[in-house]
């Protein structure tokens, strides 16, 4: 079964880095189309932060471009989130998901927490 995990939350003061690595397993060989890391802050809703397709074009959400930085290793199936000057607007729960070449199925992982302080 495809299960991805992501690592690397924390609690970080403003104008720290974090880095978070979601890592899949079970997937028989088969890689992603597609990657990418989505955050959920208390009472808002889900948005999509940065996304790594496999031809290697990158989204990144407006208000982390220049600071985030994502990137992926498809031999080992794993995507990375560099975060650069976090800011308290940053703190949410950070999810990854991927696009699942054999069924084009989306799996998601179940997050980690990163909160910044001010």
């Known amino acids: 079964q495809v299960r991805l995990v992501e690592s690397g939350g924390g609690l970080v003061q403003a104008g720290g880095s974090l880095r978070l690595t979601c890592a899949a397993s079970g997937s028989g060989g088969f890689g992603f189309s597609a990657m990418g890391w989505y955050r959920q802050a208390p009472g808002k809703q889900r948005e999509m932060v940065a996304r790594i397709y496999g031809t290697g074009s990158i989204d990144y959400t407006d208000s982390v471009k220049g600071r985030f930085t994502i990137s992926r290793n498809n031999a080992r199936n794993t995507v990375y989130l560099q975060m650069n000057s976090l800011k308290p607007e940053d703190t949410a729960v950070y999810s990854c998901?991927?696009?699942?070449?054999?069924?084009?199925?989306?799996?998601w992982g179940q997050g980690t927490q990163v909160t910044v302080s001010s």
């Open positions: 998901n991927g696009l699942w070449i054999r069924s084009n199925s989306v799996f």
